[in-house]
Structure formats: structure tokens, C-alpha cells
């Protein structure tokens, strides 16, 4: 039995799972303490599954480099959308346009995830609920990418590249995980959202959302 396996296996986990599900699926439930039971899940899965971190490197560089794909490209589109509504959008009739744009985990529970069950796909909607988990509510990045606030920044600059030493891993072992450059929206999914590490390192596709709002 792998080290993932033996953590969500955990009776405790077992425990504060059902009452996240008990939460998700019942309104009712929802207080002021909704995200208390996901950082609890959250700090002992961590704490376990870190002590061996050497275990999930690989997943680790996985999902570093396909979060990094999916955010160039979302970072391509919105660029490519708002140079051709520039065009449209008359100045002249005092019309303001702002583009956001962005990126969430797949509603579909992670494929490669080495845990697979019927409950999963629900465990998987409620941990992505911004109810539950209200620091997700606008995606995965620290801050939207928004136009034109950000039309001068570069695709370094957007994922926290051009800072020394180019590397997000914070809370991570430094020494192992010295020469991945994990980007920013990695660490701000790790360090400030409340997804254990086993629940996104698995993740392979993600959901853009762009949107454009014209103000007269």
C-alpha cells in the first residue's frame, strides 16, 4: 500500500470526510466555520504525506509543469481576446472594458489520483465548493489576471518567475525541492488554499474561465 493510500485511509480522515460530505450536501449545515473541517483534513494529510516527500516528486514536477501549460495558455487567450475587442469598443462613446480571466482544478475527480471510489467524485465537489473552501472562490491564481491592469505584465512576471530565486516552494523540503521553480500559483494552492497536497498534485487538466464586461 502506497503512503497516499495509507493517509486518506486514516480513520480520522475517514471521520472529518463524511462530515465535509454531511456539509456539502446539506445546506443547513453551512456556518461561519465551513472551512474548519478542510483545514483540519488538510493539516493531517500534510503532515503525514510530507514526512516522506521524496515519494512525491514526481507528481509534484507533473503538476508544476501542467499548471504551467494551462496558465500560459489561458494567459495567451485572454491576450489574444482583448486585443480584438480593443478594436471594437468605441473610446469615443465613454465605454470602459476589463477582462478577467481565470483558472480553476477540474470539476472531474484527478484520473491518476491513487485513490478511486464512488465517493470520490463528491469528496472532489465539496473540496472545490468556495463555500467550503472560499479562498478558491476566484481560482487558482493569488490574483486575477485582469485587463488592463495587467496588459504590461509578462507571462513571468503573472506565474512569480522574475523574483530571486525563481522557486514557490515554501514549506516544501528546500533542499529536494531546490531546482523544480515552482511558480507561484502552486504554492498559493499548497500554502493558502485548503486542498491537501494529495488532492491537486494528480490534477492534470484545468478549467479557464474568461469573461469581459463592457461598463458605458
Known amino acids: 500500500m502506497g503512503l497516499t493510500n495509507r493517509v486518506i485511509m486514516d480513520n480520522n480522515v475517514d471521520v472529518i470526510e463524511r462530515e465535509i460530505f454531511l456539509k456539502y450536501n446539506d ?3 453551512y456556518n461561519s466555520d465551513n472551512d474548519v473541517l478542510l483545514s483540519l483534513r488538510k493539516g493531517i494529510i500534510n503532515k503525514q504525506i510530507l514526512a516522506n516527500q521524496k515519494e512525491l516528486l514526481p507528481d509534484i514536477i507533473a503538476f508544476n509543469d501542467a499548471l504551467r501549460e494551462a496558465l500560459r495558455d489561458m494567459y495567451d487567450r485572454a491576450h489574444r481576446i482583448w486585443d480584438k475587442m480593443i478594436n471594437i469598443i468605441d473610446e469615443g462613446d465613454g465605454e470602459e472594458m476589463e477582462l478577467t480571466a481565470k483558472i480553476y482544478l477540474d470539476t472531474d475527480y484527478p484520473a491518476l489520483h491513487p485513490i478511486q471510489g464512488d ?27 485582469t485587463f488592463p491592469r495587467d496588459e504590461g505584465y509578462t507571462f513571468d512576471t503573472f ?6 530565486p525563481p522557486n514557490w516552494n515554501e514549506g516544501l523540503d528546500p533542499e529536494l525541492t531546490k531546482d523544480l521553480h515552482l511558480i507561484s500559483q502552486f504554492h498559493n494552492l499548497f500554502q493558502h488554499m ?11 487538466k484545468f478549467k479557464t474561465e474568461i469573461n469581459i464586461e463592457i461598463i458605458q
Open 194 to 204: 485548503l486542498f491537501a497536497i494529495t488532492d491537486f498534485i494528480y490534477v492534470r
Open 119 to 145: 465517493d470520490r467524485q463528491d469528496l472532489w465537489y465539496a473540496l472545490c465548493d468556495d463555500d467550503l473552501n472560499p479562498m478558491y472562490a476566484d481560482g487558482i491564481s493569488v490574483l486575477t489576471l
Open 27 to 29: 445546506y443547513r449545515c
Open 159 to 164: 506565474i512569480g518567475m522574475d523574483c530571486p
